[in-house]
């Protein structure tokens, strides 16, 4: 019988209840106490119940948690200027949302727009923006269209055209499957979902570039691994800090645990009178509702300074080392390897000397394992652990936690 009889069962729910959150902490209903290296899917980057932000969401509420987009939202320009500032660090403007999802929907739509602008040489317009196995992008029928991994897209079609996907890490068939109808190209500087799998400079690099040769958008998802999860304000930053992107999404970690998401249009010249990008969008292009409200901002302003003014980023790209170089010193016969950035981690396993039970994944029993001694982390892919801990984890939890990761990983050996 499902556990929860009038909820929609689209997720696989582990069997306990969690009621309460503190730092790196979650507690189920029991009262067990959990070392949290999940984060809400990289999204509690400050830790659970954080005092500041619990103060401005308290406070904001009191004053005011939404209007509508039909007005002036000062906290939205704060917000704005600060991603602009010190997060992405080239001028543009910003598109406040709720979820990744909708930041990824929002730049195809841009894309398309540009395509339009810039047509092909015959004057039709470019629609098709190249994506990558093993990417995400999100499940809305637009995001879920961007994503090259089949197994999210069965009996959802048709799916929304204009979506070619390329293996990552490839130029030579990204090149190949650039045409006359493509508008742009589309990655995640790590693949959080796909496997933990971070671009090559040399590609991210020729990705650019082909971009400039061709005049598509070079467009960035950095719902997973942005905001000082891989070492740097930005996942791509982190691989090609020289780069300059066109369009960015953004989720997760910009609300610390608050829904929100937005893109970022930057101001390159379309045109030869130097129309910038992002006056694509007028009134009446685009909308949300709930998008970036007066509690949202508030929040997210609170999260976006401690990233900064705390030097998170610099703390995760030193956490994730160590965490590379503990998980590989235990020689353990199932771990192939430790890839990704910062503290998003995925602990690649060798399934044949584990003993994975029938109708499971390895990555998924060893999931469970964990959670059985205490640690909470979650699968990418059948056979990659995810460790995404929050990035002000202190140093003695992460190490427990990695202690009860060794102590799992010995028990799912065969």
Request: glycine fraction near 12%.
């Amino acid at each position: 019988m499902q556990r929860e009889p009038h909820v929609l069962g689209t997720y696989g729910r582990a069997p306990i209840d969690i009621v309460r959150g503190e730092g790196s902490y979650l507690f189920d209903a029991d009262g067990r106490r959990y070392i949290d290296f999940c984060a809400g899917i990289a999204t509690c980057c400050l830790g659970h119940a954080y005092p500041g932000l619990v103060a401005t969401i308290s406070e904001q509420a009191g004053r005011l948690m939404h209007c509508s987009n039909l007005y002036g939202i000062p906290q939205q320009e704060e917000l704005a200027q600060l991603i602009v500032r010190d997060v992405v660090g080239l001028d543009g403007q910003v598109f406040f949302c709720n979820s990744g999802a909708e930041a990824n929907d929002g730049i195809i739509k841009v894309a398309r727009r540009f395509g339009h602008r810039r047509p092909a040489a015959d004057g039709s317009p470019r629609y098709e923006v190249i994506t990558f196995l093993k990417g995400f992008h999100g499940r809305t029928l637009g995001s879920m269209s961007a994503t090259g991994q089949t197994k999210i897209q069965v009996e959802f079609d048709p799916l929304l055209v204009g979506f070619k996907y390329v293996e990552y890490n490839n130029t030579g068939a990204l090149r190949e499957a650039v045409n006359e109808r493509t508008c742009g190209i589309l990655l995640e500087a790590v693949q959080g979902e796909g496997g933990v799998n971070p671009a090559t400079p040399e590609f991210m690099r020729a990705v650019a570039e082909i971009c400039r040769e061709k005049d598509l958008l070079f467009m960035l998802d950095e719902v997973q691994c942005g905001f000082a999860r891989c070492g740097r304000m930005m996942g791509w930053q982190a691989i090609c800090p020289e780069l300059r992107p066109d369009l960015i999404s953004c989720a997760k970690g910009l609300g610390g645990g608050f829904p929100m998401g937005c893109f970022w249009v930057s101001r390159r010249a379309m045109d030869e009178k130097g129309t910038p990008l992002c006056s694509i969008m007028d009134p009446g292009s685009h909308g949300s509702t709930f998008g970036g409200t007066p509690l949202a901002c508030a929040a997210s302003l609170t999260v976006v300074h401690e990233l900064v003014e705390q030097n998170l980023a610099e703390r995760a790209e030193r956490l994730g080392r160590e965490i590379k170089e503990t998980v590989t010193s235990w020689n353990i016969p199932c771990v192939n390897t430790v890839r990704g950035l910062g503290l998003l981690r995925g602990v690649a396993l060798n399934p044949d000397v584990m003993k994975t039970p029938e109708g499971t994944t390895p990555a998924a029993h060893l999931n469970n394992l964990c959670r059985e001694n205490g640690l909470l982390a979650c699968p990418a892919g059948p056979n990659t652990l995810r460790l995404i801990p929050a990035l002000n984890i202190p140093d003695d939890v992460l190490a427990e936690g990695l202690t009860r990761l060794q102590t799992a990983l010995q028990e799912s050996l065969a």
